[in-house]
């Protein structure tokens, strides 16, 4: 209990320092789960990370996590969740900032290095494209591959399909063809006709 009064206590004067810092920039600052989630503007990303990993209240050491929600309905269709912890306070944040698909988003790897591979897959999954990250490769998908799967429009089938061929002897990239073969369903239930079949035979056999 003395950890969470504690905790509490310094996120309330962190966002009173967020709310007097950033107060133009800052869309929304709410607490979630006893978590401090607070909602930016993209542009303010590396100015605001910076703040949340040098200021004595918060000494935010590590990004843990990138997470997105593809909201697809909205004009801002992707939420970007930041999950960010400090090992001196044992408390961890959420700050969140939404953008489109065009809108380029700040990179943080300037304040933490985990943010690299992290954009990486944001970019691999989502196609996400975040400025001053000059590594955005796949990372999660092979190199070939076309589109971006968590998108919410993305077609589950996929665009390629990789198999290999045995008769040239190698792996190839092929476009799905989700045409199948015509086939003959029997829609009589097996279970039903060996019951009717025992019933038969058993008025068979007491000669009904």
Same mark, same amino acid.
């Given at each position: 209990?003395?950890?969470?009064?504690?905790?509490?206590?310094? $996120?309330?004067?962190?966002?009173?320092?967020?709310?007097?810092?950033?107060?133009?920039?800052?869309?929304?600052?709410?607490?979630?789960?006893?978590?401090? /989630?607070?909602?930016?503007?993209?542009?303010?990303?590396?100015?605001?990370?910076?703040?949340?990993? #040098?200021?004595?209240?918060?000494?935010? #050491?590590?990004?843990? %996590?990138?997470?997105?929600?593809?909201?697809?309905?909205?004009?801002?269709?992707?939420?970007?969740?930041?999950?960010?912890?400090?090992?001196?306070?044992?408390?961890?944040?959420?700050?969140?900032? /939404?953008?489109?698909?065009?809108?380029?988003?700040?990179?943080?790897?300037?304040?933490?290095?985990?943010?690299?591979?992290?954009?990486?897959?944001?970019?691999?999954?989502?196609?996400?494209?975040?400025?001053?990250?000059? &590594?955005?490769?796949?990372?999660?998908? &092979?190199?070939?591959?076309?589109?971006?799967?968590?998108?919410?429009?993305?077609?589950?089938?996929?665009?390629? %399909?990789?198999?290999?061929?045995?008769?040239?002897?190698?792996?190839?990239?092929?476009?799905? %063809?989700?045409?199948?073969?015509?086939?003959?369903?029997?829609?009589? $239930?097996?279970?039903?006709?060996?019951?009717?079949? &025992?019933?038969?035979?058993?008025?068979?056999?007491?000669?009904?």
């Amino acid at each position: 209990m003395e950890h969470v009064s504690l905790i509490t206590s310094l $996120n309330n004067q962190i966002n009173l320092q967020v709310h007097k810092l950033f107060s133009k920039n800052t869309l929304l600052t709410r607490w979630k789960n006893n978590e401090l /989630e607070i909602i930016i503007e993209s542009k303010n990303l590396p100015y605001f990370f910076a703040f949340l990993k #040098q200021h004595t209240l918060s000494n935010v #050491q590590q990004l843990i %996590e990138i997470a997105v929600i593809d909201q697809i309905t909205r004009k801002n269709r992707f939420k970007i969740n930041y999950v960010v912890s400090s090992v001196t306070y044992n408390n961890r944040f959420v700050i969140s900032t /939404e953008t489109d698909e065009i809108t380029i988003v700040p990179s943080v790897i300037n304040t933490y290095d985990s943010a690299t591979w992290l954009e990486r897959e944001v970019w691999d999954l989502y196609g996400i494209h975040f400025e001053g990250n000059n &590594d955005l490769r796949r990372i999660v998908t &092979d190199y070939g591959f076309k589109g971006h799967p968590l998108r919410k429009d993305f077609p589950l089938t996929g665009f390629l %399909e990789v198999y290999y061929n045995d008769e040239e002897k190698k792996i190839v990239y092929e476009p799905v %063809e989700v045409a199948q073969e015509y086939r003959v369903f029997c829609l009589q $239930n097996p279970w039903i006709h060996s019951q009717e079949s &025992d019933s038969d035979a058993d008025f068979a056999e007491e000669g009904f």
